[in-house]
């Protein structure tokens, strides 16, 4: 195996597998209010670090990931490739702004700030953030099953791993 096909082997599973390790490990639940994520980060902050570390991975391998992948689907399936990598790609990009989130519960936590503080000051999030979330859960969901869509019907991979991707 060369050193080229080494990297996309290991680059293109590396970015979900962050983020579902990510989700498994989050300290708090994606519906709870900004008071109950400061309080669940301050009784975890070891896993909020974690967090970090894996949203890191994520931000430096789910872009390129899909350029690959779409590589290899765009030849057979140009549409649904376009179509993907049109959601997936401004979704992964805004992924930093996702990030830095969770790292002002973190800092403030770390810092020693107290929660009704660290409360306050996360909730006064600026309206981008919002936009972002919406942006990366679009592009996440939508345009991850529109590239397993494309996985599919390129014949690129075998079955089995177009239905992972769509599920």
Do not use: C
């Not at 931000?59 to 030849?75: F, I, N, S």
């Not at 972002?132 to 859960?137: E, L, T």
């Amino acid at each position: 195996m060369n050193a080229a096909r080494l990297a996309t082997a290991v680059v293109i599973p590396a970015g979900p597998a962050a983020v579902a390790v990510l989700r498994y490990m989050l300290p708090y639940d994606t519906t709870d209010d900004t008071a109950a994520m400061v309080h669940k980060v301050a009784a975890d902050p070891q896993a909020q670090s974690l967090v970090l570390w894996l949203g890191l991975v994520a931000v430096l391998t789910l872009v390129p990931g899909a350029l690959w992948v779409g590589g290899l689907t765009r030849p057979r399936a140009p549409r649904l490739t376009t179509a993907a990598l049109l959601l997936l790609i401004p979704g992964y990009l805004v992924l930093p702004s996702l990030v830095s989130e969770d790292a002002l519960l973190w800092s403030g936590v770390a810092a020693g700030l107290d929660q009704a503080t660290l409360t306050r000051l996360a909730a006064a999030e600026h309206l981008t953030l919002a936009v972002a979330g919406g942006v990366f859960v679009l592009g996440h969901v939508v345009g991850t099953v529109l590239l397993g869509l494309a996985l599919w019907a390129s014949r690129t991979v075998p079955r089995w791993a177009a239905v992972l991707t769509i599920v």
